[in-house]
């Protein structure tokens, strides 16, 4: 009979036990204040960029300047007004380009990093944005300097021990030649 109370005992003890698992809620939620702030500092940060590089155009009374509608400013150093082809999805085109700062100090030069090859919106290349949509303003033959706001170039991740983080810079890029997906 004891027996018997013990296994009654034990068998209601692990039914009553085996109810489920409950699930664990989180202590503290997020309210997405994080991205909203992120968002914020962008802002202002581009906006002290843009104030600093609109200063640095007013200043500058030798070159005539544009203003593209991806986010930065550009001026020719050679114009060719003969030729109307700008590169295309899919053309290939050849080019040079150097990364200096607003005080003309190089921080890449056009030697470093040699003659460049690239297929416009199809290559995989290690090209600041800002590079990769200037030179589809170009024709060839040109040579245009471009000046870039931190988020065009090199960002928040700079260049380990040459540009800090969030730095506006100029670009001459030098495009010699377009050759076109069809050819």
Same mark, same amino acid.
């Given at each position: 009979?004891?027996?018997?109370?013990?296994?009654?005992?034990?068998?209601?003890?692990?039914?009553?036990?085996?109810? %489920?698992?409950?699930?664990?809620?989180?202590?503290? /939620?997020?309210?997405?204040?994080?991205?909203?702030?992120?968002?914020?500092?962008? !802002? !202002?940060?581009?906006?002290?960029?843009?104030?600093?590089?609109?200063?640095?155009?007013?200043?500058?009374?030798?070159?005539?300047?544009?203003?593209?509608?991806?986010?930065?400013?550009?001026?020719?150093?050679?114009?060719?007004?003969?030729?109307? !082809?700008?590169?295309?999805?899919?053309?290939?085109?050849?080019? /040079?380009?150097?990364?200096?700062?607003?005080?003309?100090?190089?921080?890449?030069?056009?030697?470093?990093?040699?003659?460049?090859?690239?297929?416009?919106?199809?290559?995989?290349?290690?090209?600041?944005?800002?590079?990769?949509?200037?030179?589809?303003?170009?024709?060839?033959?040109?040579?245009?300097?471009?000046?870039?706001?931190?988020?065009?170039?090199? %960002?928040?991740?700079?260049?380990?021990?040459?540009? %800090?983080?969030?730095?506006?810079?100029?670009?001459?890029?030098?495009?010699?030649?377009?050759?076109?997906?069809?050819?």
């Amino acid at each position: 009979m004891l027996f018997r109370l013990l296994l009654i005992s034990i068998f209601g003890f692990l039914f009553l036990s085996c109810t %489920g698992q409950e699930p664990r809620w989180p202590i503290q /939620t997020q309210s997405g204040s994080f991205i909203k702030e992120s968002a914020n500092r962008n !802002k !202002k940060l581009y906006e002290e960029e843009r104030d600093f590089i609109e200063d640095f155009i007013e200043k500058d009374s030798t070159h005539t300047y544009y203003a593209s509608d991806k986010g930065f400013w550009y001026y020719y150093n050679v114009k060719d007004s003969t030729t109307s !082809k700008t590169p295309e999805f899919g053309d290939e085109v050849q080019f /040079t380009y150097d990364v200096r700062d607003f005080y003309n100090d190089v921080i890449i030069s056009e030697e470093e990093n040699g003659i460049q090859r690239y297929k416009i919106d199809q290559s995989n290349q290690d090209l600041i944005s800002g590079i990769r949509d200037g030179i589809k303003l170009m024709k060839a033959g040109e040579e245009v300097t471009f000046l870039f706001p931190s988020y065009k170039a090199y %960002g928040y991740y700079g260049i380990e021990s040459k540009l %800090g983080t969030n730095i506006p810079v100029k670009s001459t890029v030098k495009l010699f030649s377009i050759e076109s997906k069809e050819e």
